[in-house]
Nanobody, 117 residues
């Protein structure tokens, strides 16, 4: 069965960095676009970034462009989100999703990121 497991969240000071990982299993990983999303308390879940199955081709929300980088290692069936210059408004639960054809059909359980001094 399809499984997505996020890790790497935690507490970081403003201006700091974190790298999130999404370990995938149960499907042909390199055949699927993968994406990251986040949900802050009291807000709707929002798109953060996406990457094509080949790893060539990425897309970012304007709010994270230039600070976050999405990548993937198809040999390890893992997607990553490198987050730099973190701001308090980046505080949220971060989720990865399998994203065929612009849909999101499987989600991980999420990992908490808290940006605070």
């Amino acid at each position: 069965q399809v499984q997505l497991v996020e890790s790497g969240g935690g507490l970081v000071q403003p201006g700091g960095s974190l790298r999130l990982s999404c370990a995938a299993s149960g499907f042909t990983f390199n055949a699927y676009q993968m994406s990251w999303h986040r949900q802050a308390p009291g807000k709707e879940r929002e798109f953060v970034a996406a990457i094509a199955g080949s790893g060539i081709g990425t897309n970012y929300a304007n709010s994270v462009k230039g600070r976050f980088t999405i990548s993937r290692d198809n040999a390890k069936n893992t997607a990553y989100l490198q987050m730099n210059s973190l701001k308090p408004e980046d505080t949220a639960v971060y989720y990865c999703a399998r994203s065929p054809g612009g849909r999101y059909d499987y989600w991980g359980q999420g990992t908490q990121v808290t940006v605070s001094s």
